[in-house]
């Protein structure tokens, strides 16, 4: 194989071939070499027109792949269209008008990702994914400058010399450094760089990346740069990358640097800006360079050009170049790491550092031998070999199944591709109540303790007056108790209360017997109640005696019929004539009588009186029904 050398600067080329092809006599293919070697490229090629437009669907991932919701994502070219991206990282315009689009992609904390899209019928729909780099962020005075370090990459930047990347003018204040390095051995991280589509060393040149790190610097919200004559520091890691480096010194032999290329964003191209030393510190390989400006600066080697054109596309190289490394894929938990191979159009296999690109370009890549990884399941394996085995299915943690007493305790386990408590519920029991001090228990296992007992209900214990109000609670042998005691009886009394506490209310005492009060024609009829000194009292209602008359009745009430209590007096006398009469009183013993004057007709009025016998004024009846009175003469009796 010889190579091909093409100048990039129009006035021809210069191909020199140990047993390779000749250029070609035109340029009319789309590949971004110049082929004819005359300088410019795809000069001959007439892009075939396109009609209409398709869906386009692009997705924005971290390379850890989750996907970056409200990316921003610009499109610039043939058609113009920009939006933000969902919770799923999705950007899709349904129409858009077939054609070549540059794609911006700018993310929160991630470092921005450009690249050129074919937007045609044959990819209309598909989805296209991108990939973007988290960044690390420091802050430092502008006037004082800093170190930012990540992943072991160092930015040191200077003390001053900042300028407005927009005006030019000179800014001082807070530097926000926004750094990303992405690591040329990790795939991941080279899916989150611009694609090696050309370089301005020549056509066709293929770069090996040692390592690149991007950096945006910001004061007070405003992109800055470093200012004419303002140099920063970078200093990468190369440890890593030990084969590819003695293959570049097989290429140049008497070179301890390894060329430092920017990306230019307007142009779509790594270009070449000086280069850096290849140190030993501590054992590593190191990359230092300074650098005037920042964008996403690559510690990259051109491996020459080739007699044929050859793209990079995923194998790094397809003609006597590594490929990103001899091993793929991985060799944790059930994975098996394969071997990289590229093919070519053809299906002819590309070694990693054996040439044999023969119908132009490397369009895929494979890795034999790969077991790769698979959904976790539960079977004790790492089946998505990440390191960790079973993850999500809680293996070996605590578990219990079953409440109260049927409560069982046992630990997580795999069982058919899934996780479960290894133990089951024990049987119910039924529901007892709880000793005061005790645990409570819940036998019958559903969730509550001493329920359906009627524990808190309102309860009582004795009747009548000793009867005490209380609430069920449990007893200390677990029987449910009124938490109340009866009180003491006493002797009962008419008073509408159970003082005995034998369940009757004023018994024995002739309550509500049938009874009489008073005499004669007094007497009345009623029933025994209770009285206020707690006697039963019967509850007639006698009338006021009546005038005792000779009838057949008591009418004073006294127990007698006809007695004596009313007398009719012979009174005889002589008047002042001196003649002898009789007369008749009548009256109460006790009252007094008044009459006329002797020898008149007398008439007994009862008054107020006293005294064991009454008078008839001046009369006194006595047990012998005689008066004396006064005025008259000696009655005789």
């Known amino acids: 194989m010889g190579a091909q050398t093409c100048n990039a600067t129009g006035d021809g080329a210069t191909c020199t071939a140990t047993a390779a092809a000749a250029p070609s006599t035109d340029d009319n293919n789309d590949n971004r070499f110049d082929d004819d070697c005359d300088g410019a490229i795809d000069e001959d090629f007439v892009a075939p027109t396109l009609q209409g437009g398709g869906r386009l669907h692009l997705r924005v ?3 850890d792949g989750g996907p970056v919701t409200g990316a921003r994502v610009e499109l610039t070219g043939d058609a113009t269209a920009d939006g933000v991206t969902d919770e799923s990282g999705d950007f899709v315009v349904d129409t858009l008008t077939y054609g070549s689009l540059h794609v911006e992609v700018a993310a929160d904390d991630h470092a921005p990702a450009r690249y050129t899209l074919a937007h045609t019928p ?71 760089s611009p694609p090696l589509y050309r370089t301005d060393e020549g056509p066709g040149a293929t770069l090996q990346t040692f390592g690149m790190v991007d950096v945006e610097l910001f004061i007070h919200g405003e992109p800055v740069q470093l200012g004419e004559g303002t140099q920063a520091q970078l200093d990468l890691p190369l440890a890593d990358y030990a084969d ?39 054992g590593e390989l190191r990359w230092q360079a300074a650098v005037t400006h920042f964008t996403r600066w690559n510690a990259d080697a051109v491996y020459g050009f080739w007699d044929f054109p050859c793209w990079w596309n995923g194998c790094y190289t397809c003609s006597r170049v590594p490929a990103w490394m001899r091993a793929c894929g991985t060799d944790t938990g059930r994975c098996q790491a394969g071997q990289l191979r590229c093919w070519d159009d053809g299906g002819h296999q590309v070694h990693l550092y054996d040439g044999g690109c023969t ?3 490397c369009n895929q890549r494979i890795c034999d031998g790969e077991i790769g990884p698979t959904g976790e399941t539960c079977n004790g394996q790492d089946d998505d070999c990440d390191g960790s085995t079973d993850e999500g299915y809680n293996v070996g943690a605590s578990c219990s199944a079953g409440v109260g007493q049927c409560r069982r305790t046992g630990s997580i386990q795999c069982s058919g591709g899934s996780s479960s408590c290894n133990v089951s519920a024990g049987p119910a029991g039924t529901e007892t109540c709880t000793p005061p001090g005790a645990t409570p228990v819940d036998e019958d296992c559903d969730g509550a303790v001493d329920e359906g007992l009627g524990l808190g209900a309102t309860c009582s214990e004795g009747t009548g007056a000793c009867r005490r109000t209380g609430t069920k609670v449990c007893s200390a042998t677990g029987t449910v108790v009124c938490n109340v005691v009866a009180g003491t009886p006493t002797a009962e009394t008419c008073n509408d209360v159970d003082d ?39 509850n007639a209602q006698p009338p006021a005696p009546g005038v005792e008359t000779c009838n057949g009745r008591d009418d004073n009430c006294n127990g007698e019929v006809d007695d004596d209590p009313r007398v009719d007096v012979s009174l005889r006398y002589t008047n002042t004539s001196g ?19 002797c020898g008149g007709e007398f008439i007994c009025t009862p008054t107020a009186g006293g005294g064991a016998s009454g008078s008839c004024v001046g009369a006194t009846f006595d047990s012998t029904n005689t008066a004396d009175v006064q005025g008259c003469a000696s009655p005789e009796g």
């Open 61 to 63: 991932i971290a390379t």
């Open 122 to 192: 044959a990819t209309a729909g598909s989805l296209v994914e991108y990939v973007v780099k988290p960044v690390d962020v420091f802050t430092f005075s502008s006037e004082e400058g800093g170190v930012a370090t990540t992943e072991g990459a160092t930015v040191t930047l200077p003390a001053g010399g900042y300028v407005s990347k927009l005006s030019g003018d000179p800014v001082v204040g807070p530097l926000e450094v926004r750094v990303a390095y992405f690591d040329g051995a990790v795939e991941e991280d080279m899916r989150a």
């Open 244 to 282: 590819a480096l003695a293959i570049y010194r097989t290429i140049y032999p008497e070179s301890q640097t390894i060329p430092a290329w920017y990306w230019n964003d307007v142009e779509g191209l790594w270009s070449r800006e000086g280069e850096g030393q290849v140190v030993e510190v501590e």
């Open 359 to 361: 119908n132009g370009y």
């Open 500 to 538: 005995d506490c034998d369940g009757a209310v004023d018994d024995g005492l002739g309550k509500g017997d049938t009874c009489t009060l008073g005499l004669g024609e007094c007497q009345r009829s009623g029933v025994k109640v209770c009285g206020g000194d707690g006697t039963a009292v019967c």
């Open 579 to 597: 003649f002898e009469e009789t007369s008749t009183l009548s009256g109460t013993e006790g009252t007094t009588c008044s009459f006329n004057a």
